[in-house]
């Protein structure tokens, strides 16, 4: 049986007012935000990560996401695909891990990770969507 890899889409009304994603389909240079609170809501712009941690416990899993898939450096285990808001995760188990710490829970792993993502999927905040890319090939850059 060949296995087909899944991606996931966020949908248009993912994320709350007052939050706005940039996306740039190749790398960028330090010190350039992609995901940034929105400037009417504080007057000035910050870089999210910085108003997440002030408060770390309402920390949202679609947040936690967005700030892993902005950051280059985890593209080896979560990446933009390159069409629109799609993602994929390569490799679930060190996203679950991650969002394991940050949410001070070291029993996470991709089982419990993946009823959060069901929740949105039924909820419409995300789709899951076939990829035209299998795992590993470079769809990013």
């Given amino acids: 049986m060949k296995r087909t890899h899944d991606c996931i889409l966020m949908t248009h009304a993912w994320y709350p007012r007052g939050w706005r994603v940039r996306i740039w389909p190749q790398r960028r240079p330090a010190g350039e935000l992609g995901l940034m609170e929105d400037v009417g809501m504080l007057g000035s712009a910050y ?3 910085q108003c997440w941690h002030s408060r770390r416990g309402s920390l949202q899993l679609w947040q936690f ?3 892993l898939l902005d950051d280059p450096a985890n593209a080896h285990f979560i990446a933009w695909t390159g069409r629109g808001m799609e993602f ?4 679930p188990e060190e996203v679950a891990r991650r969002w394991g710490i940050q949410k001070n829970r070291p029993a996470m792993n991709y089982d419990k ?3 959060s993502l069901r929740y949105y999927y039924e909820k ?3 789709q899951k969507v076939r990829c035209a890319h299998p795992p590993g090939a470079n769809t990013l850059f």
């Fill in 47 to 49: 870089k999210a990560e």
């Fill in 65 to 67: 996401l967005v700030t």
């Fill in 88 to 91: 994929k995760l390569i490799e």
């Fill in 113 to 115: 990770l993946s009823r």
């Fill in 124 to 126: 419409g905040i995300m």
